[in-house]
């Protein structure tokens, strides 16, 4: 638990560095700052990298007992991506966190959204895997399926919560749907197969 919520409140803070975004890019690198004096100070070091050290073999240590493999869709989903998360955010982890020490690199957020955004533009569907994980988690949801998606399948929403998405330079927000269970989303697509037929 304890390790957990050392995980939870760095990317609470890295995420609230982010929204900073919203006011300014300098006030992000401001921020920037005074995160990096203190999750970069040696007892932090410690106690961060021991905590996902930590939370990384509980999980497998939990896969490793598990005397079943008979898996649903959605924890077989949650294996996957829990699985797949360091490996997602190893790129941005060694481009931003190991440039400093290793080469003396220090970057600024403008040269990181220009590597994710511009040079590198493929590395952005990592960064939205490992968001949309996030933002299922925050809305308490196992799937989350946009308007645009649904519009474009040719797919009934009635039935689904509707949730309006701010995005910074976008006029209008983002409506996106959330699916509590995975299988309402199968219950759904099966209903409107069958009043399409």
Known sequence: MAAGLVLFAYITSHFLNHALGNISLGAMDDMLLYQMLFWQSWPMLIVFYGATLI???????????RRQFRWTA???????????????????????????????????????FFTYWVAKADGRWLMYAALLQDMTKALSCEVVVSRDVLNTAALPAENLPRIEVPIRGRVEPLLVHTVEKAEMLSAVLADFAVAAA
């Open 55 to 65: 939370h990384m073999g509980l999980g497998l240590w939990a896969l490793y007992v």
């Open 74 to 112: 959605i924890e077989a989903t949650q294996l996957l991506f829990g699985l797949s998360i360091p490996l997602l955010i190893m790129q941005h982890f060694i481009g931003t966190r190991l440039s400093s020490p290793l080469f003396g690199i220090d970057r600024d957020y403008s040269q990181v």
